[in-house]
Nanobody, 116 residues
Framework: QVQLVESGGGLVQPGGSLRLSCAAS????????MGWYRQAPGKQRELVAD???????NYEDSVKGRFTISRDNAKNTVYLQMNSLKPEDTAVYYC??????????WGQGTQVAVST
């Protein structure tokens, strides 16, 4: 069993920055890839970025060059540094961890709102 807890969301002006954190606990040895998804009102959940245990990263096209995903395996934590935020980045952001058998574990979500 894996538990994921996100933090760091909030309200920010366009062009601003936020750093999201996701701390994993439980059967963390079963986790390989971790990532961040987001879901805006009326839209389906989409992958923002993910990172393997070895550090390989993948980004959704709209966030490339603005967002950076990283992880600290010693702290069992994954981060998402979000710079140059745009109103279209507004969404609930969910931490995700992929288990040994390919199943997904999800955090509770943290709200990111980008507006004037």
């Amino acid at each position: 069993q894996v538990q994921l807890v996100e933090s760091g969301g909030g309200l920010v002006q366009p062009g601003g920055s936020l750093r999201l954190s996701c701390a994993a606990s439980g059967s963390i040895f079963s986790i390989n890839t971790m990532g961040w998804y987001r879901q805006a009102p009326g839209k389906q959940r989409e992958l923002v970025a993910d990172i393997t245990i070895g550090g390989s990263t993948n980004y959704e096209d709209s966030v490339k060059g603005r967002f950076t995903i990283s992880r600290d395996n010693a702290k069992n934590t994954v981060y998402l540094q979000m710079n140059s935020l745009k109103p279209e980045d507004t969404a609930v952001y969910y931490c995700d961890a992929v288990g040994a058998l390919g199943g997904h574990y999800w955090g509770q979500g943290t709200q990111v709102a980008v507006s004037t």
